[in-house]
């Protein structure tokens, strides 16, 4: 593996983890989020899944975002506010089953990975900046 494979190698764990991080950012947003209509549901909580991918050309393996998957469960959590109009019959609406802990959590960890494989490019950059130079004489 040369330099600039490990670049596109760490480019791709960059790309997959902002898919991450939007995904998590998304489910954040609507965590308070219910349904206008008492009969619709509201935002349900998206989890990103990674596969590794070869690159026939360079022979290493990359990350991709292989699917997005949407929560598909029925339990909601349940909040009287009968005003609203996506109230029920007994006044209640229902909401994301979204632990925002668990979604700090997650965007911390995609946050320092995504670091990981930027500071991977930088110091592969360098190394290239440096082989340059030194052909340069």
């Known amino acids: 593996m040369n330099i600039l494979d490990a670049m596109s190698v760490s480019s791709s764990g ?22 206008n209509t008492p009969n619709a549901d509201p935002y349900r909580r998206k989890t990103v899944i990674f596969q590794n991918e070869l690159d026939r050309a360079s022979g290493v393996q990359k990350v991709r975002v292989s699917e997005i998957i949407i ?49 991977m490019v930088k110091v592969a950059k360098t190394m290239l900046g440096q082989t340059v130079d030194l052909l340069r004489g």
């Open 71 to 119: 929560d598909k469960s029925d339990d909601f959590r349940l909040k009287f506010m009968p005003d609203h109009p996506g109230a029920d019959g007994n006044g209640y609406i229902r909401l994301p089953k979204i632990n925002t802990l668990i979604e700090m959590m997650d965007m911390r960890e995609a946050q320092r990975s995504y670091e990981a494989n930027l500071g």
């Open 14 to 35: 960059m790309r997959a983890q902002g898919d991450r991080l939007r995904a998590v950012s998304q489910n954040i947003a609507n965590a308070d989020t219910a349904a």
